[in-house]
């Protein structure tokens, strides 16, 4: 088992930037594959972005591309997503979420372990 608590969110106007963090403890958190979701009121919880347990392979959303940044720092058992240009359509609960997949992967249901999430507000 591994416990995932994410923190970093908060109120940004548009074209703003964060960085969220996802802090693992439990199980080796280099063993997990990584993801953030995210899930907009009214809506269902989407993929974000995806890294492998070495960090060397990534993918994205198309609605983040070219905004978001997903990198992990095993040593300190820590994923993070820094997110660029941020817009109102940003706005969600971002959870951070591990799979005992062995290669990244988009789908949700193949994440077993999720963080409670962290609120992102962007204003326009």
């Known amino acids: 088992q591994v416990q995932l608590e994410e923190s970093g969110g908060g109120s940004v106007q548009a074209g703003g930037s964060l960085r969220l963090s996802c802090v693992a403890s439990?199980?080796?958190?280099?063993?997990?594959?990584m993801g953030w979701f995210r899930q907009a009121p009214g809506k269902e919880r989407d993929f974000v972005a995806t890294?492998?347990?070495?960090?060397?392979?990534?993918r994205y959303a198309d609605s983040v591309k070219g905004r978001a940044t997903i990198s992990r720092d095993n040593a300190k058992n820590t994923l993070y997503l820094q997110m660029n240009s941020l817009k109102p359509e940003d706005t969600a609960v971002y959870y951070c979420a591990g799979s005992l997949q062995s290669i990244v992967t988009t789908a949700l249901n193949l994440y077993d372990y999720w963080g409670q999430g962290t609120q992102v507000t962007v204003s326009s």
């Open positions: 890294i492998s347990r070495s960090g060397g392979s990534t």
């Open positions: 439990g199980r080796t958190f280099s063993f997990y594959t």
